[in-house]
């Protein structure tokens, strides 16, 4: 999966591809900070999935919000959110993710809109 904001070093040779979901009702920072020369940060909105690609030896550490503060909820070793690689694709979670990047790798045709046309009238 390609990382368009903070591509992971160019000397990672074993990468995985992860699911981390914010089950809580609060808004959470996920942060990996022990991978040199590289930064990741994203906010998880409650209910929301984070897909993303690191290397095993990564720790996520998962920042929950509180008024004006978050504090360090947990740290996850990211070996154990790494999606299985069915080869055949057939897991509910790799059909779930398929289904997701289909619809945000549309062609331009099947989000065109429909010009409106302008039609002034006289009085």
Same mark, same amino acid.
């Given at each position: 999966m390609a990382q368009i904001l903070d591509p992971l070093p160019s000397d990672s040779s074993k990468n995985i591809l992860c699911?981390? *979901?914010? #089950?809580t009702s609060k808004i959470q920072i996920a942060r990996i900070t022990n991978i040199p020369d590289w930064y990741f940060e994203r906010v998880v909105f409650p209910g929301q999935r984070l897909i993303f690609e690191t290397t095993p030896l990564a720790m996520l550490e998962i920042h929950t919000g509180m008024i004006a503060s978050? *504090?360090?909820?947990?740290? *996850?070793?990211?070996?154990?959110?790494? *999606?299985?690689n069915d080869p055949l694709g057939e897991s509910p979670l790799?059909?779930?993710l #398929?289904? #997701?990047m289909s619809l945000h790798h549309r062609t331009a045709e099947d989000s065109a809109v429909a010009p409106v046309a302008v039609v002034a009238t006289a009085d």
């Open positions: 699911c981390y *979901i914010n #089950a978050s *504090i360090l909820s947990d740290t *996850i070793l990211c070996e154990r959110l790494m *999606i299985d790799d059909q779930e #398929a289904e #997701a």
